[in-house]
T-cell receptor, first 111, second 114 residues
Framework: SQQGEEDPQALSIQEGENATMNCSYKTSINNLQWYRQNSGRGLVHLIL?????REKHSGRLRVTLDTSKKSSSLLITASRAADTASYFCATTTNSGYALNFGKGTSLLVTP | DAGVIQSPRHEVTEMGQEVTLRCKPISGHDYLFWYRQTMMRGLELLIY????????DSGMPEDRFSAKMPNASFSTLKIQPSEPRDSAVYFCASSLQGPGETQYFGPGTRLLVL
C-alpha cells in the first residue's frame, strides 16, 4: 500500500529557480526518505530524515519534516537542467516495515 | 563497488512463457528487495530478503510469481506463466542497515509480455 503522496504531480521551472515538492503521509513514521529517478534508470537515494528531526540539508537540497502535519518538503535550490527527474518520497513506519513509496513528482528544468 | 546489478535490462516475451530476472546485490548488504514499477500503481514492493531468507512476500501478486535467494550474492524473480499485465519495470535493491534505511537500486529490468 502507498503511504506517501507527492504534490504536485508535475512541476516545470527554469534553470536557476528553486523547486519545491511536498509529500504527505497517513500514519506515524520512523523515517522519511527522498529518492530521484532519471528517465529509464533506477532510483537514487538523496536524503533521509528521521522522525525526531525537523530539517536536513545536503548540498542544494533541503528537506523539512512536520510530523504534526504528516508532511515533508524537498527544496532544490538553484535548479539545473540535470535536476530533471522524478522525485519520490518513501516512508517507514514505526514497525520497521520496508519503504512505502509515493507516485512521485515529475520535475522538468528548462535551460 | 559496481552497485546493484540486474539482468537482463530488457526482456520481451510472449504470454505463457517463463521469465527469470536476476539480481546481484552490493557485497555486504544483508537486505535485498524486489520492486515492480508501473504507471498505474507506481513502485510496489514485491518481496524482501534478510540474510537470504524471505521475510515478507505479501506484495507478490499471485502464485505465478516466485523469488529465491540461494546465496548472499544472487537472487532471482521468476514469473511462470507470464501475462501481459506483468509488463512493468522490475527493480532490485539492496540495503546494509535494514528495510527502512537507505536502499540502493539497480538499473531495472524492463519487461514486456506480448
Amino acid at each position: 500500500s502507498q503511504q506517501g503522496e507527492e504534490d504536485p504531480q508535475a512541476l516545470s521551472i527554469q534553470e536557476g529557480e528553486n523547486a519545491t515538492m511536498n509529500c504527505s503521509y497517513k500514519t506515524s513514521i520512523n523515517n522519511l526518505q527522498w529518492y530521484r529517478q532519471n528517465s529509464g534508470r533506477g532510483l537514487v537515494h538523496l536524503i533521509l530524515i528521521r522522525s525526531n528531526e525537523r530539517e536536513k540539508h545536503s548540498g542544494r537540497l533541503r528537506v523539512t519534516l512536520d510530523t504534526s502535519k504528516k508532511s515533508s518538503s524537498l527544496l532544490i535550490t538553484a535548479s539545473r537542467a540535470a535536476d530533471t527527474a522524478s522525485y519520490f518520497c518513501a516512508t517507514t513506519t514505526n514497525s520497521g516495515y520496508a519503504l512505502n513509496f509515493g507516485k512521485g513528482t515529475s520535475l522538468l528544468v528548462t535551460p | 563497488d559496481a552497485g546493484v546489478i540486474q539482468s537482463p535490462r530488457h526482456e520481451v516475451t510472449e504470454m505463457g512463457q517463463e521469465v527469470t530476472l536476476r539480481c546481484k546485490p552490493i557485497s555486504g548488504h544483508d537486505y535485498l528487495f524486489w520492486y515492480r514499477q508501473t504507471m498505474m500503481r507506481g513502485l510496489e514492493l514485491l518481496i524482501y530478503f534478510n540474510n537470504n531468507v524471505p521475510i515478507d512476500d505479501s506484495g507478490m501478486p499471485e502464485d505465478r510469481f516466485s523469488a529465491k535467494m540461494p546465496n548472499a550474492s544472487f537472487s532471482t524473480l521468476k514469473i511462470q506463466p507470464s501475462e501481459p499485465r506483468d509488463s512493468a519495470v522490475y527493480f532490485c535493491a539492496s540495503s546494509l542497515q535494514g528495510p527502512g534505511e537507505t536502499q540502493y537500486f539497480g538499473p531495472g529490468t524492463r519487461l514486456l509480455v506480448l
